[in-house]
């Protein structure tokens, strides 16, 4: 499996909330920075914040543009959720997943509220 199959692989485990997909992409050690937010360590709390319970549903993800080069993959694109407090919202992203022996060992998301 190719790292662009490994990216979609995981984008399609958020879309239907499937954990054990998700977590098959990513190195035990994997480290997810969200900016501004929080950043995990290791697969269980990864695990942790797949479902966060601010949320509800799981995130509709448009992936617009894939760039790879050599250990890392850059995605961009737009999605939308469901926050428990303020209801629909809409947001772009972009993701940049870092490969260690065929696995995503480190993801870096940056989240921007749309309008």
């Known amino acids: 499996m190719t790292q662009r199959d490994l990216v979609a692989e995981y984008f399609a485990g958020f879309r ?48 617009h543009r894939v760039h790879e080069d050599g250990p890392v993959v850059i995605t ?11 209801g629909p919202f809409r947001f772009a992203f972009n993701d940049l997943f870092t490969f260690r022996d065929g696995h995503i060992a480190r993801v870096d998301s940056y989240v921007v509220r749309l309008p």
């Open 76 to 86: 961009t694109g737009e999605g939308r959720g469901v926050s428990v407090h303020h």
């Open 16 to 63: 239907t909330g499937d954990h054990p997909r998700i977590l098959a992409t990513l190195t035990d050690d994997v480290e997810w920075v969200i900016h501004g937010h929080r950043t995990t360590h290791g697969k269980a709390e990864f695990d942790g914040e797949i479902e966060n319970p601010g949320f509800t549903g799981h995130p509709q993800l448009d992936v």
